[in-house]
């Protein structure tokens, strides 16, 4: 995100009563000049640090480029929306942030302010263009584009969805000109596009129909032993596949087992909004190959929502999955 959009997302989400002026700086050392004013009159100038932060090493790098600002004026880091782990290590370590979902940290002589809890407002998403069935079926053609031709029970099997499905999402296909059967055998037409967009439909098609239970965080992932046919998603899958890029927060577990057995079995409360999600498993007999795990992993950091995920999404796509990323990000 430029720095431009970083401060229009933090002059759109100020707290109430609050304006902030801004200019911007050439001299190498800081990005600009701001000139915070409060409810009461109040004012309150920084030099600003504006940067996009995904993770604590960005922020760490925050602070030791703002530790080299002018000692008379305080520093103010403008950044996207911060998790809450990040907000509270801004908070232990002194750092002045505001964010674009409106969240502040703000403590210098003359004028404290403290907000928190606040999430950016997302974009009304369009409906899906695939249903749950063809997105089934999908996931396991893209993945691994060996099965194209398995028989219509092997696909079924393998995608946990009828035979009739089977036929109906292959219809679908060949009416939307995704897909083409000759004597050679089937054939998935313009094969990136169909990948990006199930990537994208997977928000609204698939992921709110699966049955899922929130439970409370461990105090260590890693003591946490999948059962057999069990695989991590989301940001523990992310700092897997991303070589350790992204120090996971939250975890998701796909499981083919009962929700509840899992969750006694794993000793951990249920919880509203907790940071372990188990999600029952939407296919079947299928062992997922690494590209299936991308492909599930980059569609459940989308869904978040969250800027430092989206960053790991590039990264595991531009590992795993080579789709354009102007497509797959909307730029």
């Known amino acids: 995100m430029k720095e431009e959009q970083l401060l229009s997302g933090v002059l759109e989400n100020l707290p109430k009563g609050f304006e902030l002026q801004y200019e911007h700086s050439n001299n190498g050392v800081h990005d600009g000049w701001g000139k915070l004013t409060g409810p009461s009159g109040e004012t309150m100038t920084f030099a600003l640090e504006i940067k996009q932060i995904h993770r604590k090493e960005s922020l760490i790098a925050a602070r030791e480029q703002m530790a080299r600002f002018p000692g008379n004026v305080p520093a103010l880091l403008v950044c996207n929306r911060l998790t809450s782990t990040l907000a509270e290590y801004c908070a232990e370590s002194q750092i002045n942030f505001i964010d674009t979902a409106g969240?502040?940290?703000i403590q210098v002589p003359g004028l404290y302010l403290l907000r928190e809890g606040r999430y950016e407002k997302k974009p009304v998403v369009a409906s899906s263009r695939f249903a749950e069935g063809v997105m089934k079926l999908l996931f396991v053609l893209l993945s691994s584009p060996e099965t194209l031709n398995d028989t219509y029970r092997s696909l079924a099997e393998k995608a946990g969805i009828s035979l009739g499905m089977v036929s109906k999402a292959f219809d679908y296909l060949e009416a939307q000109?995704?897909?083409r059967k000759s004597q050679q055998g089937r054939r998935l037409m313009n094969e990136e596009e169909l990948q990006v967009l199930w990537l994208k439909d997977y928000a609204t098609a698939l992921r709110p129909k699966l049955d899922s239970l929130?439970?409370?965080a461990p105090v260590s992932w890693g003591e946490i032993a999948l059962a057999s046919e069990e695989y991590w998603g989301?940001?523990?899958?992310?700092?897997?596949l991303s070589g350790g890029y992204l120090i996971p927060e939250t975890g998701v577990i796909f499981t083919p087992h009962h929700l509840l057995q899992r969750r006694k079995e794993l000793g951990l409360k249920p919880?509203?909004?907790g940071k372990l999600q188990l999600i029952s498993r939407f296919w079947k007999h299928f062992a997922l190959s690494r590209k299936a795990e991308a492909m599930l992993c980059v569609a459940e950091l989308l869904v978040s929502?969250?800027?430092r995920n989206r960053e790991a999404a590039r990264i595991i796509n531009d590992k795993y999955l080579h789709l354009n990323e102007s497509?797959?990000?909307s730029y």
Do not use: T
Not at 234 to 240: C, D, P, T
């Open 103 to 105: 969240n502040a940290h």
């Open 177 to 179: 000109r995704y897909y």
């Open 214 to 216: 929130s439970l409370s």
């Open 234 to 240: 989301g940001e523990i899958a992310a700092a897997q």
């Open 271 to 273: 919880v509203s909004g």
């Open 305 to 307: 929502g969250d800027d």
């Open 327 to 329: 497509d797959l990000f």
